[in-house]
């Protein structure tokens, strides 16, 4: 028997659906094949979307959409930098990630990236388009992204775009609106809404604090202390002009204000309360799912699933494959790396999510191998899935590349050589 065989026997003993690991292995290797293309690269993640979306939802899909900059200010070799803020103490140089990720609507665990923008000072680099204008706002951006999702996402589950505040934008509602794309919104206590059973429009704020506490939906450890989610709602419309600032023909910069459409629509006040009854965060939300068999308790257990994408944006950059310390100086290849390891994002989720046998005794090998502490009571983290799977893939390719008589030799070299039996 070869090496190889006895390689892939023994991941078929660990790992009983070998085909993501062999994905992961496998798009290692084609990193810097410049002759395999974006789309290539993208195609397992796809597969895993297309296979996760099925198995993991159940009606709908929540689709986590957020920005992050990507800080290169150390990496001044890098090509196509962007530079924001003009002040120089927080002056940032770098990219923009901008990244839609599924998470199911049952467990509210991540199931693959969607979409991946790297956004430079000269383009946008993109799994799902080309030809993204540069100018483009965050929202103007997202809207025109919602729409591909829902034209080539292969399913029948309903999509949901679930955004931060940043989404709190009539334009960028009315643009979801007109394209009958769902939309779940956090949004600031300035804008107004209108209240169509008494007739008058109110300050987003003064609504929230016109609502009762509501339902409890929850406990959860936020910010590490034990708070209760309690949740209300109320029917409203948002009427409100949609505004923008324009250059004007004297080159100066004006308010534009646009009319539009109302949209109907839930107002939900999700509220986090500890154990002394203080309100520790409170979260308005605006969503156009009308359908009443999604209750607000719902729409609070999706909003909180939001975080997955942060955590996700934390496994990118501090927590796992250290985005920002990336050596490659042309975006293009930054790109490509991205895509690589998101796969690897996909299949640690996979291996986190699972709950039969195999998929734990996988997850106690890998915690091993990655050598990292966890917190008492804790089975794993995912930081340390994905070490011990970046320390696995080395190994595999090592027993590849040297067989069972050269590993051994090697180990008496190194013996000889420090002089210490291990």
């Known amino acids: 028997m070869s090496v190889k065989e006895q390689t892939t026997n023994g991941l078929k003993l660990l790992i009983k659906d070998v085909k993501p690991f062999a994905q992961v292995q496998a798009s290692w290797r084609f990193l810097n094949n410049e002759s395999v293309k974006i789309e290539d690269l993208n195609q397992p993640i796809q597969e895993a979307l297309d296979e996760g979306i099925k198995r993991e939802c159940e009606e709908y899909l929540l689709a986590m959409s957020d920005w992050s900059h990507i800080d290169y200010k150390h990496h001044r070799s890098k090509k196509e930098l962007v530079s924001k803020n003009k002040k120089a103490s927080c002056k940032q140089i770098g990219y923009d990630l901008q990244t839609t990720l599924a998470v199911s609507d049952?467990?509210?665990?991540?199931?693959?990236?969607?979409?991946?923008?790297?956004?430079?000072?000269?383009?946008?680099?993109?799994?799902?388009?080309?030809?993204?204008p540069i100018e483009s706002s965050h929202l103007e951006e997202l809207a025109s992204r919602a729409k591909a999702i829902k034209k080539t996402l292969p399913t029948n589950k309903k999509i949901v775009h679930i955004v931060d505040r940043e989404s709190d934008s009539v334009a960028f509602m009315r643009e979801l609106q007109k394209s009958n794309t769902l939309f779940l919104l956090r949004v600031k206590t300035n804008g107004s809404l209108y209240l169509p059973k008494e007739k008058v429009?109110?300050?987003?704020?003064?609504?929230?604090?016109?609502?009762?506490?509501?339902?409890?939906?929850?406990?959860?450890?936020?910010k590490n202390r034990k708070v209760k989610i309690y949740v209300n709602e109320c029917e409203v419309e948002v009427r409100r002009d949609a505004t923008k600032y324009i250059?004007?023909?004297?080159?100066?910069?004006?308010?534009?204000?646009?009319k539009g459409e109302a949209i109907k629509a839930r107002f939900v006040v999700e509220r986090l309360v500890d154990e002394n009854d203080n309100i520790v965060a409170q979260w308005l939300l605006i969503s156009n799912i009308l359908d009443k068999e999604v209750l607000a308790h719902?729409?609070?257990?999706?909003?909180?699933?939001?975080?997955?994408?942060?955590?996700?944006?934390?496994?990118?950059?501090?927590?796992?494959?250290?985005?920002?310390?990336?050596?490659?100086?042309?975006?293009?290849?930054?790109?490509?790396?991205?895509?690589?390891?998101?796969?690897s994002c996909v299949l640690v989720w996979k291996i986190a999510n699972e709950n039969t046998q195999n998929a734990k005794v996988i997850r106690e090998f890998l915690v091993q191998l990655s050598g990292r502490q966890i917190e008492r009571g804790?089975?794993?983290?995912?930081?340390?899935?994905l070490a011990g799977l970046q320390s696995?893939?080395?190994?595999?390719?090592v027993i590849l590349l040297y067989s069972p008589e050269e590993l051994l030799d090697m180990k008496q070299k190194i013996i000889d050589l420090i002089g210490l039996e291990f």
């Open 106 to 132: 049952k467990t509210g665990e991540p199931i693959a990236p969607i979409v991946h923008n790297l956004k430079t000072d000269k383009q946008v680099y993109s799994n799902y388009d080309n030809n993204i």
């Open 201 to 222: 429009s109110i300050k987003q704020g003064q609504l929230a604090n016109q609502l009762e506490l509501g339902k409890y939906v929850k406990s959860i450890q936020y």
């Open 247 to 258: 250059i004007d023909n004297e080159g100066k910069r004006k308010l534009q204000r646009t």
């Open 298 to 343: 719902t729409l609070a257990l999706w909003y909180y699933y939001r975080w997955k994408i942060e955590t996700y944006f934390k496994l990118l950059k501090s927590s796992g494959f250290n985005l920002e310390q990336w050596q490659q100086e042309e975006p293009m290849a930054l790109f490509r790396r991205l895509l690589v390891v998101s796969l």
């Open 378 to 385: 804790k089975e794993f983290t995912h930081p340390a899935l």
């Open 392 to 397: 696995f893939l080395q190994i595999t390719d």
